[in-house]
């Protein structure tokens, strides 16, 4: 009995420490990456995480731009997106720490907080 009460708590706790990373965030950011004079002053973002995906919007006050990305299980995501002028957007970070947008061709926001 004692053995098989102990492989059903290694099996549960196993699944306990695999749980995927969650939460949600919210705020905003000037850029301070790059020309920042070529990005809009703010951004406001919106992050949820559910079962290891990402999903949310950047709100760049012309547009909203929604996003979404498989999170891994130490916590980091990156996807990007293309802007309306046809340049590259990439959103990197990870979970308890921060995470950015860069546009690499202009300027971006880096550093925000995901704690």
Known sequence: MKN???A???VYSTFALAAPPSGKWTGDAAPN?????????KMGY????????????????????A???????????????????GDP???TGKLGDSFSVINPKHCGWG???LK
Request: proline share 5%; charged share 25%.
């Open 89 to 91: 957007v990439n959103i």
């Open 33 to 41: 990456v790059g020309r920042v004079k070529k990005c809009n002053p």
């Open 67 to 85: 996003i979404e990305a498989d999170v891994a299980e130490d916590g980091k995501f990156e996807t990007s997106f293309t802007n309306p002028f």
């Open 46 to 65: 919106e992050l949820v995480v559910e079962n290891g995906k990402l999903t949310g919007k950047l709100d760049f006050g012309t547009r909203v731009q």
């Open 111 to 113: 550093g925000m907080p």
């Open 4 to 6: 098989l009460f102990g």
């Open 8 to 10: 059903v708590l290694l």
